[in-house]
Each structure stands twice: as structure tokens, then as C-alpha cells.
């Protein structure tokens, strides 16, 4: 995770980008494309660019019409930044049975720099893409800061992707997310940052085989949120958690919020099932709550104390789309994105 002057610098940018997240404007759908995209650009063996960072650069500055990059299936070994002045992007891999188009890096020691992946405009759309930093994966090396990738604009939907790491993978750094049907797998606090997501139907994986020296246990989630006014949380719905042992998450920031509802369970939930961390002796104002979750590990009779409860009026504020959604902006994406 950050060291203190960088998250400074961290709040600094998640407050400006959410004013801007506030303002931004919506992309123009082309209605006679079936995907609703004014221009389709391929990238690999059957596309005009062998590189994928070349098909982003050519999308013109200012693009507000929606943009689709097809990626022919295969590997691709380049760290990727989508630059804030090409939003409107609708970025799919194609996919071959169950594996998918992959995007791979190896960079680490900083959360800035490492990330494979990086988005910075509102208005983005990735789909059918696996996205890995390889440093420790496959092979043995002291575990350390290694972002997969790091999402900073607003109005994003992510549709059966796979972010593969081992700390720190996915930064979810800030604006309204919907992730539906995705794998993300790491070791420590592996689903971070300060956006205002739903996760649905996705698949959070504790990869402790891959870490080194091996660990114990590992952390899932660390949100980051700040005050008591702010709106980011992390909302899991209907997921699954796989490996372990591992705690759900831990208090990275004063107000972290993080929500799991109708999620399955295993039996790799550590009892306690959370970590105040940063936390400590202010409980009151972390905000963890389980809802109607099921398996082995949803025994809450030995959770922290301070785990909170909420009505079933209050949960479905969080829960119901509408949570990230209030503007309507996800009636406004490309019509097939969710088809895959």
C-alpha cells in the first residue's frame, strides 16, 4: 500500500476527480453499430496495430463517441495507460473458450508506477480481457506492492475480465464501477482504493501457494474511505470467495465500507472475519457488514464485535444498482456489452 505522503497525494486526486465525476459528460452511441460504437479499431493478428497502446493513441483527444479496440486473442506483453483525454473506450479481448485475451507486466515496489493497466478517463467499458502483474507469480520473490490495474475515471463497467496479482492487485482508486462476473485474485488487500462499486456475481480468489515467503493468511479487501460524508464503498453481491484462509478485509482508511450480500463463503474465513488495522480504537466509524450470505465461513457467532448491522431498508441502498447508478449512465453504454 501507499506510504503516507502518497496517500496524501492519493486524497488530493480522488476529491478532484470526483468533482469531476460529477460533471462528466456522457458518450455518443452510433445506433446503426450493433455494439453501438462509431468506429471499431482491431488490434493483433487481424487488426491494424500489433500493439495495444499504439490503438489507444490514435483515438482523436476529446473522443466522445464510443470507441471499440477488438483484441484478436492472444498474449501481450505491455503496460497499458489509457490517458484521461481518450475516454469513451469500449475495450474487448477475444476470447477462446475459458481463456481470455492477456495483458501482462511485471512491475512493482510503487502503487503509482506498477500498475499494468491504467485508466484515467470517465466512460469505460472492458470486457473478456485477463490482466496479470507477474512479479511473484511465477516465480519465488518477497512479496510487494504490484498493481494489476488501477481504475481512476468514472462510469466504468468491467464484464467477465480477470485481474491477477498478488498485493495489491486491483486499485478500484475512485468513481462509480460496476464489476459483473470477473475474477481477481491476490494475497493482500488484493481489492483496494476509493471508488463506489458493486461487484456482482464475480470471483475474489486467495492465491497463498503463489506468495513468498509463504503466508498464512491473506486480506482481501482494504477500502479507502475517508469521512463520514463521502459516498465510496465497496459493495459485493452474489460472489464467491475461493482459497485462503484469509480475512475479509481490513480498515485502510478512518471510514472504510465494505459490504458482502448473498456472497458464498468457504471455510477458509478466518473466524474474526476482519482487521480494524488504521482503524484501531476508532470501530465506530468502519463500517463491515455481512448480509444473508451463505457456507461455512458466513458464521458470524465469532466476527469482531463491531461488525455492523443494517436494516433491510438501509442494505438495499447499497445493493440495488442504483447505488452507483442514480444518473442512469449504465442505460447509456454500448447495448452488448453484458453479452459474452
Known sequence: MMSFGQGLLHVILVLTLYVHACTSMDCQLNPLDSNGVALTIAVGHEGKFS?????????????????????????????????????????????????????SWGDHDSTDQSSTFTAVPDNIVLKNLR???????YSKEPLKQ?????????????????????????????????????????????????????????????????????????????????????????????CKITGGPTMLGRGYRPYSRVIFYQCHFPNTILPQGWDAWTGQGNEHKLTFVEADNNGPGADLSKRVPWLKKMSAEELSKFTDLSYINSDGWMAKLPPNYLKW
Not at 476470447?95 to 485475451?101: A, H
Not at 456482482?200 to 501457494?209: H, M, R, Y
Open 131 to 137: 490482466v496479470e502483474n507477474t512479479y511473484g507469480l
Open 51 to 103: 500493439n495495444i497502446q499504439q490503438a489507444i493513441d490514435s483515438i482523436p483527444s476529446g473522443n466522445d463517441k464510443w470507441i471499440r479496440i477488438y483484441i484478436t486473442y492472444g498474449s501481450y506483453k505491455e503496460k497499458i495507460k489509457i490517458p484521461k483525454d481518450k475516454g469513451c473506450l469500449y475495450m474487448e479481448g477475444e476470447s477462446q473458450g475459458n481463456t481470455q485475451t492477456t495483458i
Open 146 to 238: 504490484a498493481v494489476a490495474v488501477r481504475l481512476l475515471g468514472d462510469k466504468y463497467a468491467i464484464v467477465n475480465c480477470s485481474f491477477i496479482g498478488l498485493q495489491d492487485t486491483l486499485w478500484d482508486g475512485s468513481g462509480r464501477h460496476y464489476f459483473k462476473g470477473s475474477y481477481i485474485s491476490g494475497v493482500v488487500d488484493f481489492i483496494w482504493g476509493s471508488g463506489q462499486s458493486i461487484y456482482e456475481d464475480c470471483t475474489l480468489n486467495v492465491d497463498l501457494k503463489s506468495s513468498y515467503p509463504p503466508r498464512t493468511e491473506g486480506v482481501i479487501v482494504a477500502q479507502g474511505r475517508e469521512s463520514e460524508s463521502e459516498g465510496d464503498g465497496f459493495v459485493f453481491k452474489w
